[in-house]
């Protein structure tokens, strides 16, 4: 049987005094209260209740300071910056740095007993690193006041903010800490109060001088929640905090409470590895699902990752009619942070762009959202926007198409930026009213939203200097990245579902783990700090290393009280992920006596296979082949048709075109064709000329200014200064410069190139048994001369290895992966030497992914040239396409590789 460790303090304490009323219960979080209730309940306590605390909130009742944080806190450092440091400094700057180094203030306020020493030591760091460059008086304001000057104006900073949060009554953490202790003999403490101290860990020092300060001065408890195996081992980190509270001179005299032998005893521990959330959530599934109605209770799900929380909630099986959620979800991962995300980007687009308008891309994330319920006419300004090309939309038109629309307000120009906080405001307390209780997590969000809104209007509307969309985004960001969905269930019934810090205090006999990976359980080295590692150390300053212990205690103490333990961590190395399993797991395995069952869990889905799509050749069908035929047919089409027959049939045959997609990164398509229009506009004037290398090296200086004039003209420039747009540019730079260096290489190694024409428009035609005469047409990328030579150059964004095809092969032909090559090049080919635009011509690609390689050139067995003969047997293999097209008994048939 697991050991309880909520229920042996209770008993201990009805021991001791079967009226708890006077006593005072300190404990790390308000979770467990309610688990202290109810045991009470059970033990049929009838009196009055002790009085509970966290220790941040007991903290807090011994001070006249009021906590300050984020928003005001920033703004009053930038206050304080602006009139004692640096007048010149904009709040947009500030932002980018201030949340860090309050954070390392109030460190160094819970932890140094000289924070002064700690700043003056950072200042005399910078100073001995840039004792040179001081001497060199060019590099002054570049280098040594930029490092030096700001330590020494965060000293100023320090404490001109630290005196003008105490006049108002305010104060950080840190200081309402020290303020405490100054304060200490002057604690009044009742005479017939008790004081528990329970299940705390990981206490500053500052918090341990309060504890015993009520060790002397009152009727005092401790108790603990540790096992031997990591307390009396000084290799286990998990233990580090409590070796330390053992050797107190409390202890010199009283058992250290409680030292439990739990962990060593018989346990069934699983470690299971998955790929990504949704096989986590899966395989949790399946265990939760055989578990009976009656271990629910005693059983908990821990996310050591609570961005998984909604996937585990979508597969939590029918058989459990309970669940409660004590944890935190991130706020900014929420489906309504995505809505005003949007809205924002919105509005600082068009902030920056007042000339242009709206962004399309914008106005049309905002319209598909599914949480703005669209009329028919605003589904029919999505069409009109895509029909007619708008990438820039005007305020009246706007006003015009959404202008009696209930969410209108987002597309308004606002003078003042903080008036679009009162306006999501109003909305989220509209749409909280209006979301039924069947909806509670979105009824829940739209909550949260409100009150953030509500608090960021407060806070702002009074500070004239956000003027524009970006800062007050800025302010937005910080909010959210620190704001959660807190969902607080009844947690004494069903399956509880938690994050690790919830657990604190609580035991069971089932755990679930989810998560387990080394970044997130312990989270390493990601510790924001202006302070480096060794200051750190030197002054006791916690650094990762304590962070580390503090999850390895969490974890190792949830083990200790559990019988069945499954540990659940994510093999996905893509990305981010690193795909590594907990360092806390590798202990488990190499130093405890548990054997350790490892396994791993696939998730498949339940996707069904999509039947065959077959498309019968109707008399209708037929009579649209036919007026197909009679147009000039593309090599365009009948790779289209290679690649699969249904997407032919509903472009040519029914003329479906696909819907505009939007992107926010460039797609292929339009990569290549930048590329493409580029090396045309380039090469365009040197049509009927011999190429030479100073017209070569005077374009390798100046193709970039090609590049973004059709940028300019064709696409949206603001996309391309950052982001993945900003790399593609640059790849399609390096691009253009090789296609260049290629043909400069050439030349120098004493060939000739003779360009003929670029985007050279062919056409010719060809008779065809029982179908006649047939229009064909094409574009030629690039036609020249090599060494009298003629080439056809296609060029492509797709990687090319070569184009050699086997004449004892062509009946396997249509196989072969390069065949949609072979139909183009064939085609191109047949079309010049049939017109007899040339007696031979190379026929080949030029791939954009290896482009200094050159031209791969179409080879049947070894023969590289082509004349009249040759080209027209070759395309007798494309003109299969046309008589399958043509044969009323072959359906249009999806190629397997397309059924999903």
């Known amino acids: 049987m697991h050991t309880n460790f909520i229920e042996k303090v209770i008993d201990e304490l009805l021991e001791k005094n079967n009226d708890l009323s006077k006593f005072t219960i300190i404990i790390p979080g308000r979770r467990p209260i309610i688990f202290f209730k109810r045991y009470l309940i059970k033990k049929g306590y009838n009196g009055f209740l002790p009085t509970f605390y966290t220790i941040e909130d007991f903290i807090y009742k011994h001070s006249h300071l009021v906590k300050i944080e984020n928003i005001p806190l920033w703004l009053e450092a930038f206050q304080i910056q602006k009139k004692f440091v640096n007048a010149e400094e904009t709040l947009d700057e500030f932002l980018k740095w201030i949340p860090t180094l309050l954070k390392d203030f109030n460190d160094i306020e819970i932890f140094s007993d000289n924070p002064h020493r700690v700043l003056e030591h950072m200042a005399s760091i910078e100073r001995i690193e840039n004792w040179v460059n001081k001497l060199d008086t060019t590099s002054e304001k570049k280098l040594y006041y930029k490092n030096v000057k700001f330590w020494e104006n965060n000293i100023i900073l320090y404490n001109k903010l630290k005196d003008s949060l105490e006049t108002k009554g305010l104060g950080t953490y840190g200081m309402i800490l020290n303020h405490v202790l100054s304060q200490l003999t002057g604690i009044h403490i009742p005479e017939n109060d008790k004081y528990v101290f329970v299940g705390l860990n990981a206490l500053t020092p500052k918090e341990e001088k309060l504890i015993k300060h009520y060790i002397s001065h009152a009727e005092t408890y401790l108790y603990w929640d540790a096992d031997k195996y990591y307390l009396n081992n000084s290799n286990q980190e998990a233990g580090d905090f409590l070796r330390k509270y053992k050797n107190w001179n409390y202890y010199a005299t009283r058992d250290f409470k409680w030292v439990t032998d739990d962990f060593n005893q018989k346990k069934n521990i699983h470690v299971v590895s998955t790929s990504q959330e949704v096989a986590q959530a899966k395989y949790i599934s ?80 905002l319209l598909q959202n599914p949480l703005l319920h669209n009329t028919l006419s605003v589904i029919e300004f999505i069409s009109e926007i895509k029909r007619n090309n708008l990438i820039y939309l005007t305020d009246s038109l706007i006003y015009k198409r959404l202008g009696s629309s209930y969410y209108y307000f987002i597309f308004k120009e606002y003078a003042n930026p903080i008036d679009l906080i009162h306006k999501l405001y109003e909305f989220c307390t509209e749409q909280f009213w209006k979301t039924d209780s069947d909806h509670q997590v979105l009824k829940e969000n739209y909550l949260k939203f409100k009150n953030l809104f509500s608090l960021l209007h407060t806070q702002l509307s009074q500070d004239l200097s956000i003027q524009s969309f970006s800062l007050l985004y800025t302010f937005y960001q910080h909010v959210i990245n620190n704001e959660i969905i807190d969902f607080i269930g009844e947690p004494v019934e069903g399956l509880q579902i938690m994050g690790v810090l919830e657990t604190r205090l609580l035991s069971f006999k089932n755990i679930l783990m989810t998560g387990v990976n080394e970044g997130i359980l312990p989270g390493g080295k990601n510790d924001n700090s202006f302070i480096p590692f060794d200051v750190k150390k030197n002054y006791g300053i916690n650094t990762f290393l304590e962070s580390d212990a503090i999850y390895a205690y969490h974890f190792y103490r949830l083990i200790q009280h559990a019988q069945n333990i499954t540990l659940v961590y994510n093999n996905y190395t893509e990305g981010i992920n690193s795909g590594e399993k907990s360092r806390f797991i590798n202990q488990l395995e190499f130093e405890s006596q548990h054997t350790i069952i490892e396994s791993v869990a696939t998730y498949g889905g339940n996707l069904k296979q999509s039947k065959e799509l077959i498309i019968e050749k109707s008399p209708a069908v037929l009579n649209s082949i036919q007026g197909w035929l009679k147009n000039p047919i593309s090599p365009t089409h009948l790779t289209n048709y290679h690649y699969n027959p249904i997407n032919f049939y509903l472009q040519k045959i029914l003329k479906i075109n696909e819907q505009q997609e939007m992107e926010e990164e460039i797609s292929a398509l339009n990569y290549g064709n930048l ?39 064709e696409l949206n420039p603001d996309l391309f200064k950052k982001g993945q747009n900003y790399l593609q540019k640059l790849l399609a730079e390096k691009t253009i410069e090789k296609i260049l260096l290629r043909d400069l290489t050439d030349l120098k190694n004493g060939n000739i190139i003779f360009l003929k ?27 020249d001369s090599f060494n009298g030579r003629d080439r056809i150059i296609d060029y492509k964004t797709s990687s090319i290895d070569t184009l050699i095809f086997k004449s004892d092969r062509f009946d396997q032909i249509q196989e072969d992966k390069n065949f949609k090559f072979y139909i183009q090049l064939v085609f191109y080919a047949y079309m010049i030497l049939h017109e007899k635009l040339s007696e031979s011509v190379k026929v080949g690609i030029w791939s954009f992914k290896k482009p200094f390689r050159g031209l791969e050139i179409l080879k049947i067995d070894s023969s590289e040239s082509l004349n009249e003969s040759q080209a027209t047997i070759l395309f007798e293999e494309v003109s299969r396409l046309i008589f399958e097209i043509a044969d009323p008994d072959i359906p249009f048939v999806e190629k397997s590789s397309f059924i999903k």
């Open 757 to 783: 024409e670029i985007e050279k428009e062919l056409s010719s035609t060809i008779n065809l048994p029982e179908i006649g005469t047939l229009f064909l047409k094409g574009f030629v990328d690039r036609w």
């Open 675 to 713: 590329i493409h229009h580029t090396l045309e506009s380039i090469y365009s004037p040197w049509q009927g000329n011999k190429l030479t290398e100073k017209e070569l090296l005077s374009a390798l200086k100046n193709y970039s200014v090609y590049l973004n004039k059709y940028i300019e003209k």
């Open 286 to 365: 399946s265990i939760l699902s055989t578990l009976p109605e009656e271990e629910l209770h005693n059983t908990a799900l821990v996310l050591s990752d609570e961005s998984i929380l909604p996937a585990i909630l979508e597969s939590i099986p029918k058989n459990i009619s309970r669940v409660n959620i004590t944890m935190g979800f991130p706020l900014k991962n929420s489906f309504l942070a995505s809505l005003f995300k949007q809205i924002f980007k919105l509005h600082i687009f068009r902030e920056k762009n007042t000339s242009k308008g709206y962004y399309y891309n914008d106005i049309l994330s």
